[in-house]
T-cell receptor
Framework: AQKITQTQPGMFVQEKEAVTLDCTYD???????LFWYKQPSSGEMIFLIY????DQQNATEGRYSLNFQKARKSANLVISASQLGDSAMYFC????????????WGAGTKLIIKP | DAGVTQSPTHLIKTRGQQVTLRCSPI?????VSWYQQVLGQGPQFIFQ???????GRGNFPDRFSARQFPNYSSELNVNALLLGDSALYLC???????????????FGQGTRLTVV
């Protein structure tokens, strides 16, 4: 069965610093997709970035990049030049055949950016 | 263009009651999925519907049911509410009917259900 593990329940980071949020996963699927979502206090899940298991390059979207290490089964999110508005919950999720392509989610990391 | 809309935003119900939550997907999206997010946890998949047919069901009791209408909007029903049903219920829409590894889901703001 597929599983996502986020080991950091909470993080405090100084504004303008870079931050890395950890995500490890477990799957027997050869093909899968990894996602990061941001959830502000309003509740909406906001898509940030996607990485396919066969993608050769690490995904990047503006200030977000994904450090994908397939052999270690990790997909860490890197936020560069953090801003106060980045304070939120961050969830790592994956899709694969093993889960019938439904999103499997980690427990999340609460990120607080300090001014 | 409107995003995924859910109603109501907040709801308080008593144990044993029944509740109906509503979701309108993004225009053009034919797939709707429902997730339950208990406080402090990640979302758990409940149902997926595409073209009015159930395409997937998570590990939830039969008290949970859903349907999708011809306009692709969806309702989630929960009967005989328990205290443990208190959660944020998220609806997500996507273009694809057959989900792939790269299918992006777009979420609404959720309905926060409190059972007392």
């Amino acid at each position: 069965a597929q599983k996502i593990t986020q080991t950091q329940p909470g993080m405090f980071v100084q504004e303008k610093e870079a931050v890395t949020l950890d995500c490890t996963y477990d799957t027997s699927d050869p093909s899968y997709g990894l996602f990061w979502y941001k959830q502000p206090s309003s509740g909406e899940m906001i898509f940030l970035i996607y990485q396919g298991s066969y993608d050769q390059q690490n995904a990047t979207e503006g200030r977000y990049s994904l450090n994908f290490q397939k052999a270690r089964k990790s997909a860490n999110l890197v936020i560069s030049a953090s801003q106060l508005g980045d304070s939120a919950m961050y969830f790592c999720a994956m899709r694969g055949e093993d889960s019938n392509y439904q999103l499997i989610w980690g427990a999340g990391t609460k990120l607080i950016i300090k001014p | 263009d409107a995003g995924v809309t859910q109603s109501p935003t907040h709801l308080i119900k008593t144990r044993g009651q029944q509740v109906t939550l509503r979701c309108s997907p993004i225009s053009g999206h034919k797939s709707v999925s429902w997730y339950q997010q208990v406080l402090g946890q990640g979302p758990q998949f409940i149902f997926q519907y595409y073209e009015k047919e159930e395409r997937g069901r998570g590990n939830f009791p039969d008290r949970f049911s859903a349907r999708q209408f011809p306009n692709y909007s969806s309702e989630l029903n929960v009967n005989a509410l328990l205290l443990g049903d208190s959660a944020l219920y998220l609806c997500a829409s996507s273009l694809a009917g057959v989900e792939g590894t790269n299918t992006e889901a777009f979420f609404g703001q959720g309905t926060r259900l409190t059972v007392v």
